[in-house]
T-cell receptor, first 115, second 116 residues
Framework: GNSVTQMEGPVTLSEEAFLTINCTYTATGYPSLFWYVQYPGEGLQLLLK?????DKGSNKGFEATYRKETTSFHLEKGSVQVSDSAVYFCALTLYSGAGSYQLTFGKGTKLSVIP | DTEVTQTPKHLVMGMTNKKSLKCEQHMGHRAMYWYKQKAKKPPELMFV???????INESVPSRFSPECPNSSLLNLHLHALQPEDSALYLCASSQDPRGGAGNEQFFGPGTRLTVL
């Protein structure tokens, strides 16, 4: 089956520190890869995505590159802010065989950024 | 309009009550989803509607009953729930279900449900 493994949190960083959240996947096909972010008390927002090998998704200073050879999609940001404190979910999507594409989520990584 | 809206934001209900959650999108998306999210966990898929037809039911108990009256609306009818059903219920939508794996799902803010 399909699965996503991401580093367990919580991760606590000082403001302006470098962030890496590791994500690896197992899939029975050629998935698209996503990072979603969930701020406290809110729903999920798409942060970035990549649909094929070597694609780099980027948004709001966050980046992740689709590495097929290592089945990875690690999230990075050069300088985090307090406002980046949230839970980050790595996810993949593949055709479910039932007329839709299903998301498979990792367990989530909680990031806390302190001033 | 790139928004998925959900009402109500919060809901408290007893185990004998009947209530409904509502989800709406006006992005022309033809796939809509219900997820259940417990604290500190990722969302778990409950149902998928593709072109207003139920295409996936992830073995959800019958006390949860989805309905898709039209391409913009998705309801989740609740009846005889248990306290363990308390969670955040998220709705999502995505473009043409046949459009490929790259179609992202857009999530609503969720309904925080508490069952007493």
């Amino acid at each position: 089956g399909n699965s996503v493994t991401q580093m367990e949190g919580p991760v606590t960083l000082s403001e302006e520190a470098f962030l890496t959240i590791n994500c690896t996947y197992t899939a029975t096909g050629y998935p698209s890869l996503f990072w979603y972010v969930q701020y406290p008390g809110e729903g999920l927002q798409l942060l970035l995505k990549a649909t094929k090998a070597d694609d780099k998704g980027s948004n709001k200073g966050f980046e992740a590159t689709y590495r097929k050879e290592t089945t990875s999609f690690h999230l990075e940001k050069g300088s985090v802010q307090v406002s980046d404190s949230a839970v980050y979910f790595c996810a993949l999507t593949l055709y479910s065989g039932a007329g839709s594409y299903q998301l498979t989520f990792g367990k989530g990584t909680k990031l806390s950024v302190i001033p | 309009d790139t928004e998925v809206t959900q009402t109500p934001k919060h809901l408290v209900m007893g185990m004998t009550n009947k209530k409904s959650l509502k989800c709406e999108q006006h992005m022309g998306h033809r796939a809509m989803y219900w997820y259940k999210q417990k604290a500190k966990k990722p969302p778990e898929l409950m149902f998928v509607y593709s072109y207003e037809k139920l295409s996936i039911n992830e073995s959800v108990p019958s006390r949860f009953s989805p309905e898709c009256p039209n391409s913009s609306l998705l309801n989740l009818h609740l009846h005889a729930l248990q306290p363990e059903d308390s969670a955040l219920y998220l709705c999502a939508s995505s473009q043409d279900p046949r459009g490929g794996a790259g179609n992202e799902q857009f999530f609503g803010p969720g309904t925080r449900l508490t069952v007493l």
